[in-house]
């Protein structure tokens, strides 16, 4: 069997385990995606955000 032929069996076959990796698939880009931006943000903001200066002021 090839590779292509074992995940349409595995996954694509029945709609409901195709919805299920719908699923799984979308809430995991959605954290590995919020995660990334984070990251971003946070980098090209370093020692501007409250938690960097809030040191500072207390």
Known sequence: ???SSTI??????RTSTMAL???I???A???TFD???DYIWETNNQGK???HIKDNYS
């Open 49 to 51: 955000l409250w938690k």
């Open 29 to 31: 880009f959605e954290r």
């Open 35 to 37: 995660l990334a931006a």
């Open 25 to 27: 698939s979308a809430f």
């Open 1 to 3: 069997m090839s590779i």
């Open 21 to 23: 990796a719908v699923v």
């Open 8 to 13: 349409y069996n595995s996954i694509f076959k």
